[in-house]
């Protein structure tokens, strides 16, 4: 109902002496816009949930916790945690990245190599450093 009466508000010029048939156009043009708009979006998860990534990830994940992980990534930098996801999250192909990035394939399997390698070093980092529940290191207090 909002939606009708913010187009009659913008629109109101062009609202007639008798606004009632105008405003029951307007009501059902909205909901036919958000019907086509609710199919399309169920559809589009209909797909996504079929469909599955037609290059398996490379990036393997070591033991530790996924909180560990998802620390290691955002200490990352930008352009190596991007090749990482493009890949990883994303599952596209070295390849694809590349056209993704706009950069060579080879620029970006050298990147990617690099992320890789970094990603594995913030990992160990992350898994031999203490943690507690809020992520910070906590003092012990000896009796």
């Known amino acids: 109902m909002a939606d009708v009466f913010v187009i009659a508000w913008r629109r109101l010029r062009d609202v007639p002496e008798d606004p009632m ?3 029951l156009g307007v009501a059902r043009r909205v909901m036919a816009n958000r019907w086509r708009s609710a ?3 169920a559809a589009l998860r209909d797909r996504m949930t079929f469909e599955r990534p037609t290059f398996a990830p490379s990036v393997s994940m070591s033991p530790g916790s996924p909180q560990e992980a998802l620390r290691a990534l955002s200490a990352m930098r930008e352009k190596d945690r991007e090749a990482l996801l493009l890949v990883a999250w994303e599952g596209l192909a070295p390849a694809q990245a590349a ?3 706009g950069v060579s394939p080879n620029t970006f399997s050298a990147r990617l ?3 890789r390698r970094r990603f594995e070093r913030a990992l160990a980092a992350e898994s031999t450093q203490p943690q507690t529940e809020g992520g910070s290191v906590k003092a ?3 009796p």
Do not use: D, G, M, Q
Request: net charge positive; no cysteine.
């Open 21 to 23: 048939p105008w405003l």
């Open 39 to 41: 199919t399309r979006a």
């Open 99 to 101: 056209k993704v990035l």
């Open 113 to 115: 190599s690099r992320a």
């Open 140 to 142: 012990e207090v000896l």
